[in-house]
């Protein structure tokens, strides 16, 4: 499979990140849905098919932690990519509220780094 069989719904409420992650993942060739909230995150869950979701935990009205346990409910099969500024317990605190998640990356990020970790979550080869 190739990077434009894949469909990736971006939540990010910061216009500046949105812009860098879209030129970044449009060269790939991905085809993106931008969110800039946890509602809007879940609008695009229930009509469109995304293959990941890459979502900032901190949005308002509702954050992308608020509403990971609801998609998690909803589409317990679709890869989550949680990208956030690092804090103490992270991944812990995801797998004490059992919210299992395929990867985090902490900001700022490397965008090869990003790039690399959106193809294994997917199993795109290089």
């Known amino acids: 499979m190739k990077c434009s069989d894949f469909t990736i719904l971006i939540g990010e409420d910061h216009p ?16 993106l849905i931008l969110a800039e909230s946890g509602a809007e995150i879940l609008d695009e ?3 469109s098919r995304v293959d990941l979701l890459i979502t900032d935990l901190e949005m308002k ?15 317990p099969a679709l890869s989550i990519i ?4 690092y804090y103490k317990g992270m991944v812990e605190n995801f797998n004490g509220k059992a919210i299992l998640i395929d990867a985090f990356i902490e900001k700022p ?12 979550v997917l199993n795109i080869s290089e």
């Open 61 to 75: 009205p509702m954050s992308g932690l608020d509403a990971l346990s609801i998609i998690k409910k909803r589409h």
């Open 109 to 120: 990020v490397s965008l090869p780094v990003f790039k690399k970790k959106i193809r294994e």
């Open 16 to 31: 500046g990140e949105q812009k860098i992650y879209q030129k970044a993942l449009s060269k790939e060739g991905y085809r």
């Open 82 to 85: 949680v990208v956030s500024g």
């Open 45 to 47: 869950l229930n009509n």
